[in-house]
């Protein structure tokens, strides 16, 4: 049968546990059954309110009510490091049902599974005092609370997270906080509580990476301004979307910093890769989404063009082919990450958290991009999904770092083997050097059938 | 510590059982300890001969001797398919040798295992009468004969493998072939005994894939002959070669025909999926040598331009990481495709076998052409290995098909979920309808923010 | 002194008169320095009106009055072809200057020259009757009223136009039409009076280029319903609008039909020729604003990241390359059809429109993607025009039928040569044939250094 | 009528003269019925020669005779630079023949317009003294001999030339050479007889670009030894070659400098320009070339797949129409450099040059790609010219330095602009400001529909 459970590669199929296999299914039947029509309903409710940014549209709440049901809630959490508080699945079970999430706009929330709240819960979960899991980590994981994690700035290059300057300075026993950030991502719903805000701690110690804090911000807290909503490519992601906070003299007591002083990339680093394969995951979703969509137009018998449907076309043919091939290969890259996690743990995924970073959303957008040329004007409009969906796998090839960063990390990494490689090379030419003395041939004689001067050698 | 089975990506490496890692660790050390550096002797070798096509260089048959006293024989023979003759390993374990032996000219016919010897060891094996085995299968498993299969013509168009017209027509007791063939790689070479040709049986029968036959013709029989080799991108290949042969009243016995008249479809389908995991696994070897090289070359201190080292411009170092990046992606795909064929067999493998087959060679040539640049001239000339493998990688992306005519046939596949796919979003939209109606939302109202017409629903 | 009269590609420059040098640069002073301070202000008039489609932010005005007085009005009718009514410049002159109306969202329109007006003038300019001219074209040249022209509809592939379905009843001596149009761009202004309709007059006429005819339809006539307006990837584009429009029963006098019975093709044909022209120049120009957005962002003092400007990285400079590159390489070929309807007609420049059309978009699309990825999150919102730029040009890629149906046409006309080149390759064939029997050389010698079969001459 | 005066794009075709537009059809005329059937029988002689190096094919001055009763000789040499030597053509004009010409591997030699004497001509032409011209200048204009520049070194990184080490050392009234060279294209032919060496002069002087000094170096001259000869992709292009030679003691007199020590750069700078229109223009006609041949083949009746001519499969009607439309843009590109040169000089045409080094051989490379993948296998074999043209044009991407460094170069002088525009759009933000507080609108309103924060005024 065709089911979610049966299409996953057979590459990792036997890493899946039945239990994961079995809600891996109820995931797909429930975001494509329920959450995708509610998408169409939620966005009604919110259009039609008085205020986008204040409303609530009721139909979320009735989605999470038939998620706790099935059993749907706090998939993310993986049970290799969060036993206790686990739902029971792995980063890799877990990623794919990631994809599946990733086919509606309400199906993470709906789950409990939904960013930045999956970072932030995993960051308290990991390092919070008792004291802030019972205040804070509790009302996140049952899902009446959301949180928001305030990291990039406007005055700097945030791609560079060193350069954050949010001022953290520590009077009497309360730390006082002054500065501006953006892209706080959550900051607009009337939900949002509670705010991780990274800020520089120190100006002068040596190491870059030792000079900034995660200080808990309540979201009411006097001096806490939220001036305005970013938009996305024309997007406001009401009533989630995208905040530019102020600062003002924001004062909270010592005890809400999390880890300790000067630990903030310590934090920023673990929270970042399950999320990375979240994200990924879930575009991954989109893609497959906009593939469907795209199918189902181009073999729409009301819109056939020059005597032939669009799918009879071997251009169209060809993006088709295209799309299943890229998504397939970059689902492969991303459940690899996920299983290097589970076994050892972001930092030792470096490496193919970084190649899933870069690669997913560019072919997300691809295909998107296919999908919608292929509907014509009403690709780019509101009758389809996919503008919406672009937009948003857009901002992956920013968010977390822009592409052009991780390149140049995995870049400068690769490059670390430069020593071995060229010592292996030399060994080669060297070995082949007393093959030409062993058996008499000059040593000007060379390579691959040409003359190969003594140079090569 | 850095080996070739500490490399095998993580999501797999369960997979691999402790002797596959044990001899694969074996085979690294062969291919880059003995192989490469007898490959530049071996070329000097061929050079230096009277006639490149009459050349038989020694040192081949040393690198035959080490390797079968390392074990490294046969390894390509699936154990699950052929339990009895088989080395032992799964078509995964295999296509992770088959990586590092791509990285040598020499290796895998120094370890038995190269094309097109193993699709034709497949086909004689698996289809082939006890008597056809005797003769021709037993001399080519201990390697002391090669052999060649002739499908493709030079009068048609071989993309579409039913506009094969070399005629076989029966006459008494015996098979008498007309016609010509060309791309027949390996009939250069003085061991090269027997060809495995493909002809046309019927002209009439409704269904193009059952009018061809695979005849066995041994390569001294009389009417057979090699009109000329053909080069590639300037390579001529010798004394291997790809031969154009034309077949004047060739005759053989009616016994020469494997497995049955009009089955020829049947043959070659089972013999080129295995064959495209072994060829793309090598090409992925020729891809990371390539970078080893650039590394190499970027990083030598002779060649600072512009004040600095290559390696430290920000583009090469994107080629780095884009290089480490795609041959990951891409070494996936084939990994999942060989698993697939392990768990089914090459028709249940199709889809996943056809992606290997066309990402692959784009992402080799794509990281050798970053390769040759980074070398500048050197790069395009005898001094370095890259232009040979360009050359040996192109073709690739033709052999067995082009990738336009693989690209169709996914494409079409992927297309027939168009009847699903758009019954599950007329079904989501026919839900959202209900929640509009249930929600008292005007049916206006619409998607992601922005108004959706009727027609969306 | 650095001005847009400086920056006339040498190729063309010594056909731009005197007169329009000294206009062109009269534009790019008005564009810079007035319209794009102005663009803002608009937006926020527009923000801040109780309605987004019935607002009439007045800075508009003020910036048509400035217009006036510079003499920048009805630039974009051609002199050749319009020698009473044309402000005196060609094609090449005005196609200069729509780049640099293209860098301001208001310039268009603040000197008469925006779409889809100027194409429905030069429509009624050309093939209306006196009356029609009185009673519109009056009107447009002033600036007095809008237009709009409804082609593509929802229920059909529009890029196959024939496809088109408004159904046109003559009854008596009116027209009745019934039907949907969609992407009628302007048509939410209530400056917008006067609409030129396609539909289909004739179902069984052979030559389904005959069957569609063009008739001039007052905004305000009865049974005409503006049902919505489209977004284009979340933008509204408001008070112009992307309008979804029903006609029923919507009864026109016979004299209001354009040219006659049956001609809508020929309406069609000759206007899109030049408005291509001005929609890939001005498309130019908003690919020069992002290129300068991107120079101001990479340098600013303020983003530095990994202690360098982003302009020191290598990565960034190649974008800045590649862009300054694309761009002029792109200008030239729209510079060079725009002539070419000068001197012939757009029917005589078919190619080379298409060229521009088709290179034009994507272009434009890669150099904002590129500043819209160097300014991170910012580039994706409100802050810079950055979004709103993209999401214009990727109608582009749509607009005038989408890119895939030009490429066919081209590639069919350029595959009309098919007879003429294979006779030429058979001719040089022939006499290599002569001269190797003139030189006694072998027959199968070849090509190139290498062997070259019979089959080759 | 189709020819090529006829094909010259609109543009520029006032530019060219009534001398230049017949003498461009004769070309044409020349290289299609005389010199590509000539390339045939040239390299069935070459290559039944005893060496590949030391034949002379008679075919080829069966062609300069032809050439030079046609008029046909020395038209590289602009009207405008050189009044007394040259046949009379501008570097346009010259550049459209040379389009025609590299359609033909003999050609240019025929003609006398082949590098890389064109070059060597024009730097004696220039900067050489009376004698200079007098004992090498007539020969190479009469075609009598040729000559070879030695610039590239194996030993440093040559694509920044002020790496470069041949030592020049003043010994007495001679100059002494040691050093090593390569890529010495034409090195390997008899008729070589003067080469153009570049070396280092000084080591200490501060301007790394006043170091280096041409010298003539006879051939012959004692000391001077050709190691080998480099291949490209395979290719040897034996008997023209690209040497690899080393200088012991080479000892010249001192009257043999060109121009004066130190001043090599100057040399090489006035060398490039044009030179590079050349190079431009012939990779265009190899493109053309390839798109010839590519639709024949898909054409070609013989070859259907899938019961369809090639051409009727919609993606080779992409590839046609993409590769119809690059060409076409490439070409524009080259012809506007051309025109700058000829107006201003090299120096002046900086930025033009350098656009048409980088766009015109990646886009020639995709042409000749798309050609022999349309081809199948014999794409890549000798059977057609596909190959060699192919290997040809990738060397154009290395030769007179890398794309990527003239990129950087180019993006550099791009970037020169970030004063200007940074202030023009400062200058736009603080108009903006005025216009809010003159419309009364509040500060923090914004663009394009959407909210605007102070930050961006």
């Known amino acids: 049968m065709d089911c979610a459970s049966s299409r996953i590669p057979i590459i990792c199929r036997d890493r899946v546990s039945r239990k994961a296999l079995e809600y891996l299914d109820i995931v797909e039947k429930f975001v494509e059954e329920e959450c995708i029509p509610a998408d169409y309903a939620w966005s009604a409710q919110l259009d039609g309110a008085s205020s986008r940014w204040e409303a609530h549209p009721t139909i979320l709440n009735d989605l999470k009510d038939k998620a706790r049901k099935l059993g749907l809630w706090n998939m993310f959490l993986p049970k290799a490091h969060f036993p206790t508080i686990s739902a029971g699945f792995s980063n890799l079970e877990y990623g794919l049902m990631a994809e599946y999430l990733g086919k509606s706009v309400l199906a993470s929330e709906a789950t409990n599974c939904s960013a930045p709240d999956t970072g932030n819960m995993e960051v308290i979960a990991r390092y919070g005092s ?138 920023i680093q673990g929270r970042l890769g399950p999320g990375r394969i979240h994200h990924a995951m879930r575009s991954i979703g989109a893609a497959e989404k906009a593939l469907e969509w795209m199918l189902m137009r181009v073999n729409d018998p009301a819109k056939r063009t020059f005597g032939r449907q669009l799918s009879e076309h071997g251009v ?130 060379g390579f691959l059938g040409n003359g190969m001067l003594k140079s090569m050698l």
Chains 1, 2, 3, 4 share one sequence.
């Not at 700035?153 to 730390?175: C, F, H, L, R, W």
């Not at 006082?176 to 892209?183: A, E, F, R, Y």
């Not at 796998?393 to 770092?401: K, P």
């Open 316 to 445: 169209i043919i060809d993006w088709i082919a295209r799309s299943r091939m890229e998504i397939d290969a970059s689902r492969l890259v991303v459940l690899n990450a996920a299983i290097k996690i589970d076994e050892l743990n972001a930092k030792g995924a470096l490496r193919e958290i970084a190649e899933a970073k870069v690669l997913v959303p560019t072919m997300t957008l691809t295909v998107i991009d296919r999908a919608m040329q292929s509907f014509g004007g009403a690709g780019l409009s509101q009758d389809t999904p996919l503008a919406a969906m672009w937009a948003n796998a857009r901002t992956l090839r920013i968010v977390d770092g822009p592409d052009e960063v991780h390149l140049q990390q995995m870049g400068r990494n690769e490059n670390k083997r430069r020593e071995s490689v060229t010592a292996k090379i030399k060994m080669q030419k060297a070995k082949a050097q007393a093959l030409f003395m062993e058996h008499n041939l000059p040593a000007s004689r």
């Open 130 to 267: 008792a004291a802030q899991q019972n205040e804070w980590l509790e009302p996140l994981l049952e899902g009446r609370i959301r949180s928001a994690f305030l990291m990039t700035e406007p005055d700097v290059a945030s791609s560079d997270a060193s350069n954050m300057q949010m001022k953290i300075e520590k009077i009497g026993d309360e730390y006082v906080l002054n500065g501006s950030k953006w892209w706080s991502s959550g900051a607009g719903e009337p939900s949002c509580k509670i705010f991780l805000v990274m800020g520089r701690h120190f100006q002068n110690s040596k190491d870059p990476y030792k000079q900034h804090s995660v200080i808990l911000v309540p979201a009411n807290t006097p001096g806490v301004k939220i001036e305005r909503m970013l938009s996305v490519m024309g997007f406001d992601d009401a009533p989630h979307g995208h905040g530019h906070i102020t600062f003002s003299n924001v004062r909270v007591p010592v005890s809400n910093i999390v880890l300790g002083e000067g630990r903030g990339f310590e934090i």
